[in-house]
């Protein structure tokens, strides 16, 4: 083993009111990640450029050194759910969400309150693909808890508009009290007009499908957010393929987008069934989501440490507080990390290269990705400033970096 990158998807933000003005990083009581940090270099980062805020996307690719302009979003989720694309098969990431109605086009919720389980995700799929009719064939997969890939077959452009207002062209921006907007053609090329429209066709047949399905009505009796619209965005019509990266490298995969990237960057995979969520406690199913995230990096790196040379961690759920606005979830999701696997972490790093950041800020305050700048550890380093951590505060002492930039000067 050569070296282990770990991303905290979201873990950084800006200070938190309810935290004493203080970051979730700042408030949680990490000492096994402090005791690394005496040992390593802090410094900031812009996952793809100064001033955008990224979605996870774009910025992923963007750390392992690739240009994300060639990676659109929706065949990297399609790859990582295990949907085969052919050269002109349009794929987009869609969320099911929950719309007042096709006149206000008002987005109530962006994850239908997260409380949609696995069960009512599948049922639904099942019946967007027999009840939406479009004059060209189409596939619906729900993949985790409110996410999903939409497919068309054929040749379309992938020149279009996302049908999702917190998302454009690879970036995040703020979405509260966002209205849907329909696709529209970016070129004036016939193939985008059709796309656009076809998009919008299913978009509107599958509200009416979701909107009147008995999951929903029973989902409104109880008081929970209809699952009755699919924001679609990124679209892309290839399969993405990068250069492979130097070494060889294991994965850790249990989220679409992540596996996918893995792949496209001719990683292996090391694969584990994410919990379904059951119940509404989409917090519960969460931590237990974190608990075996951080199980099976553990294993994975024990049992393949002698035949690998780096290893990709990327652990999703600290992402989700931020744009829940629950700092303290933020906080306890840290300091878990910390407990069980920065833990073992530190004993294993002796003689190898660590690199420790996240893919992008989210911020509890606006609940949404920023375009703030991320800390980055890299280890083994011998800095003068011993007393030092994991935040965005004491990043901002250390020097800055782009995200294409990291692995080529820390790894290779």
């Known amino acids: 083993m050569k070296g282990i990158f770990v991303i905290l998807d979201g873990a950084s933000d800006t200070p938190c009111p309810f935290l004493g003005n203080k970051t979730p990083l700042e408030a949680a009581n990490t000492p096994n990640l402090d005791e690394i940090a005496r040992k390593s270099k802090i410094d900031y980062c812009y996952p793809v450029k100064e001033n955008v805020a990224p979605q996870s996307s774009n910025a992923v690719v963007s750390l ?236 994975m790196i024990k049992k393949y440490r002698k035949k690998y040379d780096y290893f990709y961690i990327h652990l999703k759920e600290t992402d989700i507080p931020g744009h829940d606005n629950k700092p303290n979830e933020k906080v306890k999701m840290i300091e878990y990390i910390d407990s069980y696997f920065f833990y073992y972490l530190k004993k294993w790093i002796q003689n190898n290269k660590l690199i420790i950041t996240a893919d992008h800020t989210t911020s509890c305050q606006q609940k949404v990705h920023t375009a703030d700048p991320v800390p980055v550890l890299t280890y083994p380093f011998n800095p003068k400033q011993k007393e030092q951590r994991f935040t965005e505060e004491d990043a901002k002492k250390g020097r800055k970096i782009i995200g294409r930039k990291l692995l080529e000067e820390n790894f290779f």
């Not at 392992?64 to 349009?90: N, V």
């Not at 693909?129 to 040749?155: C, D, I």
């Not at 492979?244 to 989220?255: C, D, N, R, S, V």
């Not at 406690?281 to 951080?294: E, F, I, S």
Request: with cysteine; charged share 25%; hydrophobic share 40%.
């Open 64 to 299: 392992l050194g690739y240009d994300p302009a060639f990676a659109p979003r929706g065949p990297l989720e399609a790859a990582g759910s295990g949907i085969k694309l052919k050269r002109g098969d349009l794929a987009l990431r869609t969320n099911f969400a929950t719309l007042k109605d096709l006149s206000s086009l008002a987005i109530l919720d962006r994850r239908a309150g997260r409380t949609l389980s696995t069960k009512e995700a599948k049922l639904l799929a099942r019946a967007i693909n027999s009840e939406v009719k479009l004059p060209y064939k189409f596939e619906f997969y729900a993949t985790v808890q409110h996410r999903g890939v939409l497919v068309f077959r054929g040749g379309f452009s992938d020149n279009i508009t996302n049908v999702d207002p917190a998302y454009g062209t690879g970036l995040a921006r703020s979405a509260l009290n966002s209205k849907l907007k329909f696709s529209h053609p970016i070129d004036d090329e016939e193939d985008s007009k059709l796309s656009s429209e076809l998009l919008n066709n299913f978009v509107r047949q599958s509200f009416k499908v979701l909107d009147s399905n008995p999951i929903n009505i029973a989902r409104a009796k109880k008081g929970y957010h209809r699952a009755n619209v699919l924001l679609c965005r990124d679209p892309g019509n290839f399969p993405v393929k990068f250069k492979k990266l130097k070494g060889k490298w294991l994965a850790l995969g249990y989220m679409p987008l992540e596996i996918g990237i893995a792949k496209a960057a001719g990683m292996d995979v090391y694969r584990f069934w994410y919990p379904k969520l059951k119940s509404t406690d989409v917090y519960a199913n969460l931590h237990y989501g974190l608990k075996q995230a951080v199980k099976y990096s553990l294993k």
